[in-house]
Structures are given as structure tokens and as C-alpha cells.
């Protein structure tokens, strides 16, 4: 079984490469604004924070590892909070480009998707006739045949150059259940060792589906693959957000909120910040009689090498 945590951790997604601007004024897109709503995130709670970058002129998702620094070392200055770079990166980039900014950082924490996938945003395109920039509708209906790769040999890529290079460990993340047995047959080869930082993922199109029943069959799943060996965390897509989230803290999990995953506070409502996730989700955490778990407490839970160790 899982450890159930005493300690919830909460991870908040600052921005991530899927929400254009135009879909809310409060996706962060420029270093500074990222900079600020992830400190203000650590501040509501959040023990670690997970980043991609924009492009500043437009808010296109970007792999540059030049803008990865105008924000990184001002967050790490302001802030204890657990530091964790994606190496998804956004549609359409190579793992060379979605490598660039971590192996410049060497982080405590990165992202690793645990196999290749449908990744469609593509409805949400029908949502919007007017656009902030032009590049946005075309980004989204592209994803009608877009293939996010991570391949058994990227993978290790991955886990050789940042893990055994730079002392990385990793986010997990699971979209399926397939993705579950991919670690486990990486776990087994010992290309992936414990404690596993598992992120299940629900209501991504391509992905399983953000249904209660599939929280308890991913547990249930990894409970079987993993035992005591990893720490369960769950994040859901949109107005699934909350709802997921709240039904996983019951089981066990810890918690993964911010607009990268969902742009709205309540049904219809857009949230103003990330920080305004974090708190709501801190309060239902608190009202479960279950307690934040700390940036110290998150490193010492998942074995990381510490934030001295960064290059940022």
C-alpha cells in the first residue's frame, strides 16, 4: 500500500504550455509575473513548484533556457519551496529542446512523462472567436494530431543526463494505466529507484478519464506495482479539479493544483492566481484534519538532494 501522507504535499503548476492567453488574464507569461505568482503560491502553502516558460512578447510556450533563468533564480532567492522544471516543455518541441533548461538548472525536481501519448487541446479552440495573439488558435488545433513522445529510450535519456548527471529526481507522471507499468518496468531494470514521486493524472483528452472509479483502479494499480515504495499524487483538468482532488486526499494522495491544469477557482469562475488554488485546496486539506506538508518536509518525504545543490 501507499503510505498514506501525513503530511499532504501540495505542488502547484504555475503555467504550463496547454492555457493561452487568452483563455485568462491570469496565466502568468512574462518572468516576472511567473516569478511572482509562484512565490505567492509557495507563500499560500505550496512546497513545490512546477514551472514552464513563456515567451514574453506573446506567452507562447518556450524551451529557452535563457528564460528559464530571468524567473528561476528570483523564486529560489524569495522562497524555500521545492523548485521542479518540466522536461514536457510544450506541442511540438523535441527532447533536446525540452532538455535545454534543466540541464542549465540542474533542479531538485523535473517532470518525467512515463510514455508517449495522444496530447489533443484541440476543443478548447471552439470555445474562442476572438484572439490576444495569432499564434494561439492554430497551436490548439494542431493537437488533433500531435503525439506527445517519450519513448522507453527517451526516458532513460532523461534519467541518465538529469538523474545520474545532476542529482534530479523526478515527478512521475501517469496519464494511463500503461504509463504505470512503464515505471514499473523501468523500476524493475533499476533505471528508476524509490521513492517514486507518482502524479496520476485524470481528464487530459488522449489520457484516462477524470471519473472517480479511475482514481481508485490508478491507486489500487500502483499499490500492486509499488507497495510502500512510492508516494501518490493527483492531479485533475478543469472543473475536475477540485472534485478529484478532494475524493483523492481521502485515499491517501497528495494534491497538485495551479493554472497550468484548470483556470477556474468554482464552476465558472476563473481563479485570479495560482495562489487563490493553493489556499482553497489548503483549506480542504486542513478541514480533513490533515496538515501542508513544508518545502523540508516534501525533500525529506521524496529524497531530494536539497536547494543548495541547484545551479540557479
Known amino acids: 500500500m501507499a503510505r498514506p501522507p501525513r503530511k499532504v504535499i501540495i505542488t502547484c503548476a504555475v503555467t504550463g504550455g496547454i492555457h493561452t492567453p487568452t483563455m485568462s488574464d491570469a496565466v502568468p507569461y512574462r518572468p516576472a509575473d511567473i516569478a511572482s505568482q509562484a512565490i505567492d503560491a509557495a507563500e499560500a502553502g505550496a512546497s513545490i513548484l512546477h514551472l514552464h516558460a513563456r515567451d514574453p512578447e506573446n506567452g507562447r510556450p518556450t524551451p529557452d533556457p535563457d528564460v528559464f533563468m530571468q524567473f528561476l533564480p528570483v523564486i529560489k532567492q524569495a522562497t524555500n519551496a521545492v523548485v521542479n522544471i518540466t522536461t514536457g516543455g510544450g506541442l511540438g518541441m523535441t527532447v533536446e529542446q525540452r532538455l535545454a533548461a534543466p540541464l542549465r538548472a540542474a533542479p531538485e525536481m523535473c517532470s518525467l512523462n512515463m510514455g508517449s501519448m495522444n496530447f489533443a487541446i484541440h476543443p478548447m479552440a471552439d470555445k474562442y472567436t476572438d484572439w490576444k495573439f495569432d499564434w494561439e488558435e492554430p497551436f490548439l488545433r494542431a493537437s488533433d494530431d500531435f503525439i506527445f513522445r517519450n519513448t522507453f529510450r527517451d526516458i532513460e535519456t532523461v534519467v541518465k543526463l538529469l538523474g545520474e548527471g545532476h542529482g534530479t529526481r523526478f515527478e512521475l507522471e501517469c496519464y494511463d494505466m500503461g ?134
Not at 502524479?199 to 500502483?222: C, H, R, W, Y
Not at 499499490?223 to 486526499?249: E, K, N
Open 179 to 312: 504509463h504505470l507499468y512503464n515505471l514499473a518496468f523501468m523500476a524493475d531494470r533499476g533505471v528508476l529507484k524509490p521513492p517514486f514521486f507518482i502524479q496520476t493524472i485524470f481528464g487530459i483528452l488522449g489520457g484516462i478519464g477524470a471519473d472517480p472509479e479511475n482514481v481508485g483502479i490508478m491507486k489500487s494499480t500502483a499499490d500492486r506495482l509499488f507497495g510502500r515504495d512510492y508516494h501518490w499524487s493527483v492531479l485533475a483538468a478543469g472543473r475536475h479539479q477540485m472534485p478529484i482532488l478532494t475524493q483523492a486526499l481521502t485515499m491517501g494522495a497528495n494534491v497538485r493544483v495551479g493554472l497550468e491544469d484548470s483556470l477556474y477557482i468554482g464552476p465558472g469562475k476563473l481563479a485570479a492566481s495560482n495562489a487563490e488554488q493553493v489556499r482553497k485546496i489548503r483549506a480542504i486539506i486542513e478541514s480533513l484534519d490533515m496538515e501542508v506538508a513544508s518545502p523540508d518536509d516534501a525533500r525529506a518525504m521524496l529524497a531530494l538532494k536539497g536547494g543548495d545543490r541547484v545551479a540557479f
